[in-house]
Nanobody, 118 residues
Framework: QVQLVESGGGLVQAGGSLRLSCAASRRTFTSMSMGWFRQAPGKEREFVARINRISGSTFYADSVKGRFTISRDSSKNTVYLQMNSLKPEDTAVYYC???????????WGQGTQVSVSS
């Protein structure tokens, strides 16, 4: 069973920063690429960022490139999403995901709310 536990969401003013964390089991962390998606009210879920499990290569949506950074800590089996220069349009529920071997990530966390006020 794959469990992804997110934390770190909250309310922040535009221009501020937040860091999301996603804790996984050791098996999940070492066997699957992990990343983040988000879903804003009334919109479909969209890709945010991904980190390759072997190379550590990172990929970002154009909308967050240069502002968000995905990273991982193998000693804690945790993936992070550092979000800087936040904008109101970044307001969404953010989901940690794992296993990009299929069209859509196979495993999803429960989501954490990020709200950015103008």
């Amino acid at each position: 069973q794959v469990q992804l536990v997110e934390s770190g969401g909250g309310l922040v003013q535009a221009g501020g920063s937040l860091r999301l964390s996603c804790a996984a089991s050791r098996r999940t962390f070492t066997s699957m690429s992990m990343g983040w998606f988000r879903q804003a009210p009334g919109k479909e879920r969209e890709f945010v960022a991904r980190i390759n499990r072997i190379s550590g290569s990172t990929f970002y949506a154009d909308s967050v490139k240069g502002r968000f950074t995905i990273s991982r800590d193998s000693s804690k089996n945790t993936v992070y999403l550092q979000m800087n220069s936040l904008k109101p349009e970044d307001t969404a529920v953010y989901y940690c995901v794992a296993d990009f071997s299929t069209t859509s990530p196979k495993y999803w966390g429960q989501g954490t709310q990020v709200s950015v006020s103008s």
